[in-house]
Nanobody, 126 residues
Framework: QVQLVESGGGLVQAGDSLRLSCAASGRTFNSYAMGWFRQAPGKEREFVAAISWSGSSTYYADSVKGRFTISGDNAKTTRYLQMNSLKPEDTAVYYC???????????????????WGQGTQVTVST
C-alpha cells in the first residue's frame, strides 16, 4: 500500500506557473503508474495527466497539453506536475493517484487507480 500526499497548490494569476508535487510515503514510484486529476466546484473529477512507472510514457488531457508537464525520478519518491500558462478554468482541487504497474499502459479513468491523495487547491485569478 502507498500513501500519497500532494503539495504546491496556491493562488496565482492567469499566466503564472505552479509546480505540484505528489510524494509517496515510504516508497518510490518505480513500480507504480501515476496520474493527476482535478475537480472544479460542481464538476466531476477529470483526468489531467499520467506517467508510467519508468517515466518513459506520458499522456495528457487535451485541455492541458502543451502547458502542463508530468515528470519524476524513479530514484525519488515524488512525481511532479509543472503547470505553465495557467488559466482561470484550471482552478480546481488537484489529486494524484497511483496504481501498481510494470507496463507502459496509462489510465485516464478514476477507477483504474488504486491509491489517491487528499488533494491540493489551485486557484487561478483573472
Amino acid at each position: 500500500q502507498v500513501q500519497l500526499v500532494e503539495s504546491g497548490g496556491g493562488l496565482v494569476q492567469a499566466g503564472d506557473s505552479l509546480r505540484l508535487s505528489c510524494a509517496a510515503s515510504g516508497r518510490t514510484f518505480n513500480s507504480y503508474a501515476m496520474g493527476w486529476f482535478r475537480q472544479a466546484p460542481g464538476k466531476e473529477r477529470e483526468f489531467v495527466a499520467a506517467i508510467s512507472w519508468s517515466g518513459s510514457s506520458t499522456y495528457y488531457a487535451d485541455s492541458v497539453k502543451g502547458r502542463f508537464t508530468i515528470s519524476g525520478d524513479n530514484a525519488k519518491t515524488t512525481r511532479y506536475l509543472q503547470m505553465n500558462s495557467l488559466k482561470p478554468e484550471d482552478t480546481a482541487v488537484y489529486y494524484c493517484a497511483a496504481r501498481p504497474s510494470s507496463t507502459q499502459v496509462l489510465g485516464v479513468m478514476l477507477s483504474w487507480y488504486d491509491y489517491w491523495g487528499q488533494g491540493t487547491q489551485v486557484t487561478v485569478s483573472t
